[in-house]
């Protein structure tokens, strides 16, 4: 079993910053692929974005392109999601998953992950 926890999440104005994290144990990290992943109520989890193993390919989806950066440190078994440019559309319950294999037909879904961790909201409000 891998275990992820998710922190920084919080209460931001529109246009802040705000950087998530996620730490993993349990399981070899650098062996799996990562995602963020984010949910409000009454909606579907929405992909945000990939990382692979190594950290040398990531994915966005088209919402966060440009203001949004994933990046993890192997050697500290974490995953960050820096979100720059907030928007009221952003705020959401925000998950990261790790997934052993990852497709790029199937990397936005989120039956393609193994691992969730528990979320952190974000809020955007002024």
């Known amino acids: 079993q891998m275990q992820l926890v998710e922190s920084g999440g919080e209460l931001v104005q529109p246009g802040g910053s705000l950087r998530l994290s996620c730490a993993a144990s349990?399981?070899?990290?650098?062996?799996?692929?990562m995602g963020w992943f984010r949910q409000t109520p009454g909606k579907e989890r929405e992909f945000v974005t990939a990382?692979?193993?190594?950290?040398?390919?990531?994915y966005y989806a088209d919402s966060v392109k440009g203001r949004f950066t994933i990046s993890r440190d192997n050697a500290k078994n974490t995953v960050y999601l820096q979100m720059n440019s907030l928007k009221t559309a952003d705020p959401a319950v925000y998950y990261c998953?790790?997934?052993?294999?990852?497709?790029?037909?199937?990397?936005?879904?989120?039956?393609?992950?193994?691992?969730w961790g528990q979320g952190t909201q974000v809020t955007v409000a002024s």
């Open positions: 998953a790790a997934t052993f294999y990852l497709t790029m037909s199937a990397m936005d879904h989120p039956h393609s992950y193994a691992y």
């Open positions: 349990g399981r070899t990290f650098s062996s799996y692929h």
């Open positions: 990382i692979t193993r190594s950290g040398g390919n990531t």
